[in-house]
């Protein structure tokens, strides 16, 4: 109802204004004042009188405010790639030049669209696919420099231009997807080969070492055992007069023998390689320890 009533009297307002002669120009906007069919007068915005019956009238409103037109344009890359280039052309009609705006161009939206198309065809078949995605900037400071100076004879202003989306055809964009991925595959498994190669590399060199360490161990623990099997046999030679160093040596090796028997025996899970132990057996193993000692004591 309150729509209604005021519906009512805008009518009513509006009326009564052409009857007095009073016509209202909304802000952000300019009206074209006639005379006789004529250009006279721009009226800015607010209350202005137009006397029709001395041939004043309004051809019609013109806004000032900034406008956008989205155009989308196919065109093909110097790859042969057809893509889809939408540009946002951001434009509004002068205040000074609304005479100009307002006669001289009877679609103002179909221009622009024209030159769009021209710039954009013009500019991106000298480029490839990937180039025309970085240079993105370049085809819209190309658009706004042509309109700009195409659509100022006209009286509009080119406030932006933007190249929004650059979008090729879906095969082409599947295409690019697998090659991306696969390129990424390829990155992924040569890093993943890399890290194995360092990775044994590594390993080797860690076994490497804890061989060398477990060998001088070894070959320390020898030396150790040589050089108390010497002093044993040195400490007890001077203690007990009449024995001989060949006569201490095998009793150590017969107590040795003895005491790996003793360990094997009572280990449940040891493995074992069974020598002759008679007494016989015992001094030829006793002979062979000792030569294979001393042998070692003269290389070292």
Not at 120 to 125: D, E, G, K, L
Not at 253 to 264: E, R
Request: contains cysteine; negative net charge; proline residues 2%.
């Amino acid at each position: 109802m309150i729509i209604l009533e005021s519906l009512s009297f805008q009518i009513f307002f509006r009326i009564m204004g052409n009857l007095l002669c009073l016509v209202q120009v909304d802000q952000s906007t300019v009206a074209i004042k006639e005379s006789f069919g004529k250009f006279d007068d721009v009226l800015e915005p607010g209350c202005h009188c137009v006397p029709w019956i001395f041939g004043k009238q309004l051809a019609g409103h013109l806004s000032l405010r900034v406008q956008q037109l989205d155009v989308k344009c196919e065109t093909k890359t110097k790859d042969n790639v057809f893509v889809n280039v939408v540009a946002s052309i951001q434009y509004r009609a002068l205040a000074d030049k609304a005479s100009d705006a307002f006669y001289k161009l009877s679609n103002t939206k179909s221009q622009i669209q024209a030159y769009v198309f021209d710039v954009i065809r013009a500019f991106v078949p000298k480029h490839n696919l990937d180039d025309t995605f970085e240079q993105k900037n370049e085809i819209a400071k190309a658009v706004e420099q042509e309109l700009e100076k195409a659509m100022s004879a006209y009286g509009y202003e080119i406030v932006q231009t933007l190249i929004v989306d650059i979008e090729p055809d879906e095969h082409v964009k599947k295409a690019m997807n697998e090659i991306n991925a696969a390129a990424r595959f390829r990155m992924a498994a040569t890093e993943k080969a890399e890290a194995e190669k360092i990775l044994q590399i590594k390993r080797a060199e860690g076994e490497a070492e804890s061989k060398y360490l477990s060998g001088l161990g070894i070959a320390r623990q020898r030396q150790a055992i040589v050089d108390g099997l010497r002093d044993s046999v040195l400490g007890f030679s001077v203690n007990v007069p009449g024995t001989t160093a060949k006569d201490v040596m095998d009793m150590v090796l017969v107590t040795q023998y003895f005491d790996t028997m003793k360990d094997i025996g009572a280990s449940s899970k040891s493995s074992a390689v069974f020598i002759p132990h008679g007494p016989g057996a015992v001094r030829e193993v006793a002979n062979q320890i000792r030569d294979g000692l001393l042998q070692g004591s003269a290389t070292t």
